[in-house]
């Protein structure tokens, strides 16, 4: 069956940069997208970007252009999301889901990214 | 592409039927409007694609309609396992979610 896993809990202080992982199985990795989604405390869904799992072409959210950098490890089934320069307002939940015809169809379970001095 | 849901919480009683409204800023495009079911410590799950299609394993009682800018989710007997934020997708090119609509049970 599709599972996506992703990393574990992070704290990380103001300035910092994150990296959170999103190991796939039971689909040909390659053959989808992985997408990033985030939710703030007490706020709704917001999509930050997606990457190719078959060629690496990315597409951010103008938002955080310049802050996120999505990549994949097709060796390992493995997507990842980095952002850096973190503020106070990145502390969010952070989902990664597969993307089928754009939809996100399965997701993990989310990582904590908490940030505070 | 901006969407508004309405109304931001919905309390019913089991089994009324519930109507959830997504409107967008501007027509989507060949239908790309999903709808996602988001409970409490979980991850969210695609409930609907292309306005009206259900996702694999969701119950017919979940009905989508509409096209251009406005749009609904039906749930016609509410049930307690239903309570959950619901939130529209447009998925074009970048995609962007509704404010969300949170279910209750009365």
């Known amino acids: 069956q599709v599972q996506l896993v992703q990393s574990g809990a992070e704290v990380k202080k103001p300035g910092a940069s994150v990296k959170v992982s999103c190991k796939a199985s039971g689909y040909t990795f390659r053959s989808y997208g992985i997408t990033w989604v985030r939710q703030a405390p007490g706020q709704g869904l917001e999509w930050m970007g997606w990457?190719?799992?078959?060629?690496?072409?990315?597409n951010y959210a103008q938002k955080l252009q310049g802050r996120v950098t999505m990549t994949t490890d097709t060796s390992t089934s493995t997507g990842y999301m980095e952002l850096r320069s973190l503020r106070s307002d990145d502390t969010a939940v952070y989902y990664c889901?597969?993307?089928?015809?754009?939809?996100?169809?399965?997701w993990g379970q989310g990582t904590l990214v908490t940030v505070s001095s | 592409i901006v969407l508004t849901q309405s109304p931001g919480t919905l309390s019913l009683s089991p089994g009324e039927r519930a109507t959830l409204s997504c409107r967008a800023s501007q027509s989507v495009s060949s239908s790309y409007l999903a709808w996602y079911q988001h409970k409490p410590g979980q991850a969210p799950r695609l409930l609907m694609y292309?306005?009206?299609n259900r996702a694999t394993g969701i119950p017919d009682r979940f009905s989508g309609s509409g096209s251009g800018t406005v749009f609904t989710l039906s749930i016609s007997r509410l049930e307690p396992e239903d309570v959950a934020v619901y939130y529209c997708?447009?998925?074009?090119?970048?995609?962007?979610f509704g404010q969300g609509t949170k279910v209750e049970i009365k």
């Open positions: 292309a306005v009206s």
């Open positions: 889901a597969r993307v089928d015809s754009n939809l996100f169809d399965y």
């Open positions: 990457i190719s799992g078959y060629n690496g072409n990315t």
């Open positions: 997708q447009q998925y074009r090119n970048s995609p962007t």
